[in-house]
């Protein structure tokens, strides 16, 4: 199969215009993949039940240049994703299931309130789980996204051996852009390795059982390194003389070495415990600081970004009923929660900028309305859902 992005064909099937020449590349991208398909004892009549009709999906290439825990300010990315809305939602979901969470808490030794962190930010406690189907998003990635092309082909395969394993029924196999699935948005691959049943119906469900999906990702906690009883870490207050280039998550040294340079906990209480730690600090000395432990490795392993981590770990410190954040982020331009983007949407509207729906998910449509606003009140236009366009919105 040719490795290679068709860049005459882009903009005729992001405008919804195939033409036969690109219709005829992707044909051909799906056949070599066929083949391959059957060599990793796939069978046809599987892949052909899987693929058949299938269009490409170039809007996904978009979204794979701008994942939002690489290019949102920290602060931004945790309001949105640990609201006050979330902490109760996900309050209701741990009562709704409790034994479904204390169980898989008993089997694998994850703290429950972690796992319901997982579940919250992935997929808002099942109410976003995604409505991409699995095989045309793969597809896409695969044919139309070169530089990863072999890590994509990987996770179609594994998404055929689902469907061919009988698992879950292919009609309800949709999810991210990407490929993650279910309510805790595993990759395929890591669905063939770590999924397991916790409902106990013999099968392995994540995207209609609850019990499946809190087990599972235990289980990939589990196996990702997670110390039943150690915290992930918490919130710490740095000596004015920090040296900055001390800190890191792999930067782990033993607690009292940081109790001698005058770290302390957010509230002042010295450092205590017998284990090692590093400590991170996602907006620089004079933003929130974090000591974090082997347990804080194990959740960022889940999505490879500290600022993902993060907002599981608090996510889950808040569902146990601990304060957020006691240290201010170094911005005059406060984060909003994802209330005070709906209400920010439904401003713009009133003034007569189409946004298309309230929902608090700033998509292409509001950042434009916003860079607008921001040049009326002298800002630079970043499109960033901020306090200060909120008030004059207000205004």
Request: hydrophobic share 40%; glycine share 12%.
């Amino acid at each position: 199969m040719k490795r290679i992005l068709f860049p005459a064909i882009l903009g005729a099937l992001s405008l919804g215009a195939t033409s036969a020449s690109a219709q005829a590349d992707f044909r051909s991208c799906l056949s070599s993949l066929r083949g391959q398909a059957a060599a990793k004892g796939i069978s046809g009549q599987a892949f052909d039940v899987a693929t058949r009709g299938i269009e490409p999906d170039l809007s996904i290439l978009d979204l794979m240049k701008n994942q939002p825990e690489f290019k949102t300010p920290i602060w931004d990315y945790l309001a949105a994703l640990v609201d006050d809305e979330r902490v109760q939602d996900g309050k209701a979901a741990m009562r709704q299931w409790g034994q479904a969470l204390a169980s898989a808490e008993a089997r694998f030794g994850v703290d429950r309130h972690v796992i319901a962190g997982v579940w919250g930010v992935e997929s808002n406690f099942g109410k976003d789980i995604g409505g991409r189907p699995l095989v045309q998003s793969l597809t896409t990635l695969v044919c139309y996204a070169p530089r990863r092309n072999e890590y994509f082909k990987g996770e179609l395969m594994a998404t055929l051996k689902i469907v061919q394993d009988g698992d879950i029924n292919p009609a309800y196999l949709r999810g991210s852009w990407a490929g993650a699935f279910g309510h805790t948005q595993f990759m395929p691959s890591t669905f063939q390795r770590l999924a397991v049943d916790g409902d106990g119906d013999g099968r392995r469900d994540i995207m209609a059982s609850v019990p499946d999906a809190v087990h599972s990702t235990a289980n990939f906690l589990k196996k990702a390194g997670w110390v039943k009883g150690l915290p992930w870490g918490y919130e710490v207050r740095l000596p004015q003389n920090f040296n900055p280039k001390l800190a890191g998550r792999k930067s782990k040294r033993p607690l009292s070495s940081w109790a001698a340079m005058g770290v302390t906990r957010a509230d002042g209480r010295p450092l205590s415990g017998n284990y090692r730690a590093g400590i991170i600090i996602p907006a620089g000395v004079n933003g929130p600081a974090f000591l974090v432990t082997r347990n804080f490795d194990a959740v960022y392993s889940y999505n490879a970004a500290e600022s993902y981590g993060l907002a599981i770990a608090l996510l889950g410190d808040r569902l146990k009923g601990l304060p957020g954040i006691q240290t201010a982020w170094p911005t005059d331009d406060p984060p909003l929660s994802r209330a005070q983007r709906r209400e920010l949407q439904a401003l713009l509207l009133s003034r007569g900028y189409d946004i298309g729906e309230v929902d608090g998910k700033i998509g292409s449509k509001t950042r434009e309305a916003i860079k607008d606003v921001e040049r009326r009140i002298g800002l630079e236009p970043r499109g960033r859902p901020g306090g200060k366009v909120l008030e004059a919105l207000r205004g």
